[in-house]
């Protein structure tokens, strides 16, 4: 896995100390809110566990998990494969992503989980890599661990293939590691 990684963006210090930051900051907002806190599988479980931890008020964890439908990622259509468990109506409800690129996930989590009538609804990324956004796609969300260039990057819950989701870092893959 290591020697596919040409340069490691964001080593464990770094992203450690940030999610206690935005730990203090997301404390502070949701205090005396009981909010459900939604991550998005898989990417996010990584940060999920390190950000949960930081949030140090009374809160609910729930996932949902969405994939866009075969062959049609390009279009952005997007299914829902396994829903939130809780009833979110009147709910204050933080959304924790892994990274916000093109938007269509996120999007399409977002409005999927306003229909149901949160009294809140907010974003938490760890990763925003803004050069790849849509151009119809104006989400601004709430709370940005890292603002990144336009790489591919794995480790840290993000895989490319479905591995090197258990990196500790986030790393950016050599072009080799994904032509062969
Ligand atoms: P979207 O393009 O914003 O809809 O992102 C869709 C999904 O693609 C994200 O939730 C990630 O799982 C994945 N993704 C986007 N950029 C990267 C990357 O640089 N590395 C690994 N996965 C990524
Ligand atoms: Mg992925």
Known sequence: MEQDIQEILLTEEQIKTRI???GEELTAQYAGKDPVI???LKGVVVFYADMIREIKVPCQMDFM???SYAGTSSTGKMEVKRDISADIKGRHVLILEDIYDTGTSLDFTYRHLLAREPASLKICTLLDKPERRRPDIHLVPDYVGFTIPNA???GYGLDYN????N???VGVLKPEAYEE
Do not use: D
């Not at 479905?162 to 989701?165: G, I, K, Q």
């Open 152 to 154: 591919f990057v794995v």
């Open 38 to 40: 939604v991550g998005v």
């Open 167 to 169: 990196l500790p870092y």
């Open 65 to 67: 998990w969405i994939s």
């Open 20 to 22: 206690r930051e935005l």
């Open 162 to 165: 479905e591995h090197y989701r």
